[in-house]
């Protein structure tokens, strides 16, 4: 796990979005998958909306040749190195697609959920090899603000955990565990703060 070079992100609204825009700008080969096709348009006007805020940022611009997008979750998941689910809020939906998404990726591949306040015990409960399973909730946008919140869940492994953060940290976000028992409000704050500093620094 130490060398991730592709990336599943399962869920392309605004959130699945940015982790596409920001893995792509750090060099990563990205498979995009979401049951609805018509947000591929919204991706790729996203992409060329920001490309000027992300070359700024990083100093380079995306190669668009990098992200694929699936119509299949099974072909989106082959030969992923980790898994960024970002599909809507709703538990009984997150815990359906993860069961997918620990039947589909390959064995040894973490899987994180963006959720901002679903537990990943309660997403993962479907799920056989709960070990490989985390939280990773971003600061919005995720492709802009440098901070996610790392949480594993009763079963998840801590080297999973101390993995993920690495992996996160060589992406250039300021990654932090938190307590695996509480949801991530407390940390809104701090999220509306780091918003409004990296907006006036691409103004």
Same mark, same amino acid.
């Given at each position: 796990?130490?060398?991730?070079?592709?990336?599943?992100?399962?869920? +392309?609204?605004?959130?699945?979005?940015?982790?596409? @825009?920001?893995?792509?700008?750090?060099?990563?080969?990205?498979? !995009?998958?979401? #049951?609805?096709?018509?947000?591929?348009?919204?991706?790729?006007?996203?992409?060329?909306?920001?490309?000027?805020?992300?070359?700024?940022?990083?100093?380079?611009?995306?190669?668009?040749?990098?992200? =694929?997008?699936?119509?299949?979750?099974? &072909? !989106?998941?082959?030969?992923?190195?980790?898994?960024?689910?970002?599909?809507?809020?709703?538990?009984?939906?997150? &815990?359906?697609?993860?069961? #997918?998404?620990? =039947?589909?990726?390959?064995?040894? +591949?973490? @899987? !994180?959920?963006?959720?901002?306040?679903?537990?990943?015990?309660? @997403?993962?409960?479907?799920?056989?090899?709960?070990?490989? $399973? @985390?939280?990773?909730?971003? !600061?919005?946008?995720?492709?802009?603000?440098?901070?996610?919140?790392?949480?594993?869940?009763?079963? +998840?492994?801590?080297?999973?955990?101390?993995?993920?953060?690495?992996?996160?940290?060589?992406? =250039?976000?300021?990654?932090?565990?938190?307590?695996?028992?509480?949801?991530?409000? *407390?940390?809104?704050? *701090?999220? +509306? &703060?780091?918003?409004?500093? $990296?907006?006036?620094?691409?103004?």
């Amino acid at each position: 796990m130490s060398k991730i070079k592709t990336v599943g992100i399962v869920g +392309t609204g605004v959130i699945g979005t940015g982790w596409i @825009i920001r893995n792509l700008a750090h060099n990563k080969i990205v498979h !995009a998958y979401d #049951q609805n096709k018509n947000l591929k348009n919204y991706v790729l006007k996203e992409i060329k909306r920001t490309s000027k805020s992300i070359k700024k940022l990083f100093g380079k611009k995306i190669l668009i040749k990098n992200l =694929k997008f699936f119509n299949s979750l099974e &072909k !989106a998941l082959s030969n992923v190195d980790f898994v960024q689910e970002s599909v809507l809020e709703d538990l009984e939906l997150k &815990k359906s697609v993860f069961e #997918q998404l620990d =039947k589909l990726s390959p064995e040894n +591949t973490i @899987i !994180a959920s963006s959720s901002s306040y679903l537990l990943i015990s309660k @997403i993962s409960e479907l799920v056989k090899h709960k070990y490989r $399973c @985390i939280n990773a909730h971003p !600061a919005l946008p995720p492709h802009i603000v440098p901070f996610v919140e790392v949480a594993g869940g009763v079963n +998840t492994d801590p080297k999973i955990i101390k993995q993920a953060v690495s992996i996160y940290k060589k992406a =250039k976000y300021a990654a932090i565990t938190v307590n695996k028992a509480v949801s991530y409000t *407390h940390l809104r704050a *701090h999220e +509306t &703060k780091a918003n409004l500093v $990296c907006r006036l620094l691409l103004e």
